[in-house]
């Protein structure tokens, strides 16, 4: 942790108001490591021992988030529980230690990337409308796709509960008689948002996998596998969704 100033480190540990602990430090009552301290100087919480009138002041660490990616297989509901039984994403991350919570959804017939943190302003930053983090998913539809219908889902259609979908990027990665493999990335998260647009052109969804949140990739990892995210793709997806935030306020 960075060096903070000694009225704040015993402000936030609730000893004492930061002007209190600023009176201490000026009648010489407080110690680091000890040593007299002045106002102004400071201290690492996570190494430096702080002492007032001779009494160890013990520090509690706060606490640290975990963030894992899954790769959440066929057949698995993204929820927390389920009353009728059926199996969930909780069922495949029980090796984490401690209780975590999907940040979005994939549905029971989808696959792919899911990620998931015991940290609710983390999660809120990816899941709120202003985030805008794009998901890229790769998309098996029959029959074959044709240019206008591409066209329509890129440019936003009309779900069958009235609302009208945001642009997506549409790109066609094979194009054979009977299907049509697309990759879609989209910036909104609506219920089986991409199953629905395509039923909307007539495309029907025979295999639907995210691949990519933002600037983290499901990679090689391996279907019911999961990691830690790595602390340059917390801090990536972090600004990701911070930059698309805020360029989407108004002036």
Not at 163 to 188: C, G, M, Q, S, Y
Request: hydrophobic residues 35%; positive net charge.
């Amino acid at each position: 942790m960075a060096e903070q100033r000694i009225q704040k480190v015993l402000s936030d540990q609730g000893i004492c108001s930061r002007r209190a602990a600023e009176r201490m430090i000026d009648e010489g009552r407080v110690k680091v490591n000890g040593h007299p301290v002045t106002l102004g100087d400071k201290m690492d919480p996570d190494y430096d021992k702080v002492s007032i009138d001779g009494k160890t002041v013990r520090i509690v660490r706060k606490r640290k988030y975990i963030y894992i990616m899954l790769h959440k297989p066929r057949g698995f509901i993204t929820t927390s529980s389920d009353e009728l039984g059926r199996k969930t994403v909780m069922d495949l991350v029980k090796g984490v230690g401690r209780r975590v919570y999907p940040i979005g959804r994939l549905d029971k017939d989808s696959e792919g990337l899911l990620l998931m943190t015991d940290d609710g302003a983390f999660a809120n930053l990816l899941t709120h409308p202003s985030g805008g983090v794009g998901k890229l998913y790769r998309v098996t539809v029959r029959p074959r796709a044709t240019e206008e219908q591409i066209v329509k889902m890129s440019s936003g259609v009309v779900l069958d509960d009235g609302v009208k979908t945001a642009p997506a990027v549409i790109h066609v990665v094979t194009d054979e008689p009977n299907r049509t493999v697309l990759e879609i990335t989209l910036h909104e998260g609506r219920n089986r948002q991409i199953r629905r647009m395509c039923e909307s052109v007539g495309l029907e969804v025979i295999r639907l996998k995210r691949s990519a949140e933002g600037p983290v990739k499901l990679g090689m990892l391996a279907p019911g596998e999961w990691r830690e995210l790595k602390r340059s793709e917390v801090t990536a997806l972090r600004n990701a969704a911070t930059k698309s935030g805020a360029a989407k306020k108004p002036e």
